[in-house]
């Protein structure tokens, strides 16, 4: 039986910060709503979220109960904050604080790790670290060669990883391969995972982000006066971000960890990196892209739209409905019918707020998400989720 492993203060104080980086992205992408910048914004979130994957599963290994810990983790929460003051810049005058933030953030978690671990750290340590150094190197460069650093840093992030396990695999004793209960990956020698701390960690992440669409109501108010028209912009952006809170926390955090619990342990590393990064991811940007639509539209909420803030709007929601799919399909968990027609649906409504008005258009995708949780209720009630072999690890 399992030792029940809750997430520490320490840890949420951690992702505090790291949820500046979130901020800074929004930021971000309000300045430069173009292919541009949300190309700028996609590159440089999952080259953090990579790391930030990294930590919540460290503490879930090594708990940060001992002061060398605490202050080790202090520290990378400090690197963390230099990447969030450098994000505006960082593919400009910014990038090698960037760059020297994130070498940083690799190195503390290295040495975290190594008290779990041992040299052992070094099959991800060292690819962690080149994918660093080449974000550090992007800083000192412009235009297409700055570009190209960043394509190599996420390439060494998904793909050296996967070699280094193979060839790890591959220098296994031949007694030992043949077992049954060899180790045949680097992932599989870091052992189990609490399933609770691993569903509440991202579970109070994704919460801290959803603070982010609220803040920027009151960011695209401005300084403008209160009027009807405002506050009823406000409510409607709020009722959104209610309704995809409710998808993930209502109906299915409970059922992950649920499945995860009944994971065997050691099985439990690769179901989360399917499910808590790559599917995550777009659950995380969709916010921080509906969050910029609605700064750059709550204040002109009687006007046409631009493309830019109509489609920010919509194509958020629609990336964290994707996400969210993505989730329940590596779970097991559904139904997918009606999250699935919402995410064209909500696509949809862009046109209407650059033809209507920026009211109309948060309006409808109120209607849309509100359709969609109400046809759950009624038609797939969140009773015993269905598993799969993938998501037990029975197979």
């Not at 292919?35 to 930590?55: D, H, K, P, S």
């Not at 604080?97 to 041992?118: C, D, E, I, W």
């Not at 299915?252 to 499910?275: I, Q, S, Y």
């Amino acid at each position: 039986m399992e030792t029940p492993h809750r997430v520490s203060t320490l840890e949420l104080f951690f992702d505090l910060v790291f949820v500046f980086t979130i901020t800074q992205l929004t930021v971000l992408l309000a300045d430069d709503i173009s292919f541009r910048g949300a190309g700028q914004v996609l590159v440089i979130f999952t080259v953090l979220f990579w790391m930030y994957g990294g930590y919540a599963h460290l503490t879930n290994q090594v708990p940060p109960d001992r002061t060398v810990r605490r202050v080790l983790l202090i520290l990378a929460m400090g690197a963390f904050l230099v990447c969030a003051l450098a994000v505006p810049t960082a593919f400009g005058a910014g990038g090698v604080a960037f760059g020297l933030g994130y070498v940083f953030v690799v190195l503390v978690h290295s040495a975290l790790y190594t008290q779990a671990h041992g040299s052992g750290v070094l099959w991800f340590a060292l690819p962690n670290l080149l994918c660093a150094l080449s974000v550090l190197a992007a800083g000192s460069f412009d235009g297409p060669p700055a570009w190209g650093l960043w394509m190599l840093a996420l390439l060494i992030q998904f793909v050296v990883p996967q070699l280094v396990q193979r060839v790890a695999a591959s220098g296994a004793e031949p007694a030992e391969a043949a077992s049954a209960s060899a180790v045949t990956t680097v992932s599989d020698q870091l052992g189990g995972m609490s399933a609770e701390h691993l569903v509440e960690r991202h579970g109070l992440l994704l919460i801290i982000v959803f603070g982010e669409s609220v803040i920027a109501i009151g960011i695209g108010t401005g300084s403008l006066a209160l009027s009807v028209g405002i506050a009823g912009g406000a409510f409607l952006a709020l009722a959104i971000a209610s309704a995809l809170w409710w998808m993930y926390f209502v109906r299915d955090e409970g059922r992950a960890e649920e499945v995860f619990a009944e994971t065997a342990p050691e099985k439990r590393f690769k179901l989360a990196m399917l499910a808590y990064y790559y599917a995550f991811l777009p659950m995380l940007l969709g916010i921080a892209v509906f969050a910029a639509g609605v700064k750059k539209t709550i204040g002109h909420l009687g006007e046409h739209l631009h493309t830019g803030p109509a489609l920010a709007l919509a194509g958020g929601v629609a990336v964290y409905l994707a996400g969210d799919l993505a989730f329940r399909a590596v779970l097991g968990i559904g139904p997918a019918r009606f999250r699935a027609a919402a995410t064209v649906l909500v696509l949809a409504t862009v046109p209407l707020g650059a033809a209507t008005a920026g009211l109309w258009q948060l309006l409808a995708l109120v209607v849309v998400l509100l359709c969609a949780l109400v046809a759950e209720a009624r038609w797939a009630p969140a009773a015993s989720a269905e598993r799969t072999g993938t998501a037990t690890g029975s197979g």
